[in-house]
């Protein structure tokens, strides 16, 4: 036979805050288990980024959220080129959304991206960044050379290629 207990703690205050113990007795014995009820807390950083595809000007990331404090978060996506001093940032619309596709990325460039979680209460640190390059553009050029600066006019065809090979 098994029993169980849920305890519901509707509307909380701060009064309600502290240890919660369940106790269970029969003719074989007795076993306390205690519950701490605490205010919400800052979010633990999300785990487990890691890249799911890329194209030549766009990164789809993905992470595993970590503890929420206890209360509904959100995540940022922080990200910059590698030769770059400056970081971007975005929001992740939906909150509850755990992937994400930054777009509008130079091609052919390399960026590091880490995610960081927010809830009411604050926000946790970002993850430790993961790496990815964009793949590059090869720009075909029709049409009559404009100047001498060796620039080409009329029509343009672009290319994307990967690592191993043209498309």
Not at 95 to 113: H, P, V
Not at 120 to 146: C, M
């Amino acid at each position: 036979m098994t029993w169980e207990s849920v305890l519901e703690i509707c509307s909380v205050e701060f009064r309600d805050y502290g240890i919660y113990a369940c106790i269970a007795q029969n003719a074989l014995g007795t076993v306390t288990h205690e519950l701490l009820l605490e205010k919400g807390a800052f979010p633990d950083p999300p785990t487990d980024l890691k890249i799911l595809d890329f194209t030549h000007n766009t990164v789809t990331i993905a992470w595993v959220p970590g503890f929420n404090g206890g209360l509904q978060q959100s995540y940022k996506i922080r990200y910059t080129k590698v030769d770059s001093r400056f970081y971007r940032y975005e929001d992740v619309f939906p909150e509850n959304e755990t992937s994400f596709t930054i777009t509008m990325l130079a091609s052919g460039a390399e960026f590091a991206f880490s995610v960081q979680a927010i809830n009411s209460i604050g926000a946790s640190n970002f993850t430790q960044s993961i790496l990815q390059k964009t793949l590059g553009i090869i720009f075909a050029f029709f049409g009559k050379k404009y100047s001498d600066l060796g620039l080409f006019l009329d029509h343009q065809l672009v290319f994307p290629f990967f690592a191993n090979g043209m498309i």
